[in-house]
Nanobody, 120 residues
Framework: QVQLVESGGGLVHPGGSLRLSCAASGFTFSNYAMAWYRQTPGKERELVAGIGSTTGGSTTYADSVKGRFTISRDNAKSTVYLQMNSLKSEDTAAYYC????????????WGQGTQVTVSS
């Protein structure tokens, strides 16, 4: 079945960096756009970044992370990454990857998420 497994979260000081990974399985990864979302308690999940289906494909970012975060993918490894630099306290959230194209079933699949906490 379709699985998305996020990793790489943790506690980091303001200004620090983290690299999140999302390992995908159960579908043909290279056929689908992917995205990273984040969620804080009491709020809806928000789109952080998205990438087209090809390695080096087109990308999109939320205004709040432009210039600081970079989404990328390795289709040979069925993995999507989120490089996060210059982290701020407001980046603290649970981060999730998601299939961003295809059937509603596929797009409705979420991983367990990985927690990012930015604090001094």
């Amino acid at each position: 079945q379709v699985q998305l497994v996020e990793s790489g979260g943790g506690l980091v000081h303001p200004g620090g960096s983290l690299r999140l990974s999302c390992a995908a399985s159960g579908f043909t990864f290279s056929n689908y756009a992917m995205a990273w979302y984040r969620q804080t308690p009491g709020k809806e999940r928000e789109l952080v970044a998205g990438i087209g289906s090809t390695t080096g494909g087109s990308t999109t970012y939320a205004d709040s992370v432009k210039g600081r975060f970079t989404i990328s993918r390795d289709n040979a490894k069925s993995t999507v990454y989120l490089q996060m630099n210059s982290l701020k306290s407001e980046d603290t959230a649970a981060y999730y990857c998601k299939i961003a194209s295809g059937s509603p079933n596929l797009q409705g699949t979420w991983g367990q998420g990985t927690q990012v906490t930015v604090s001094s």
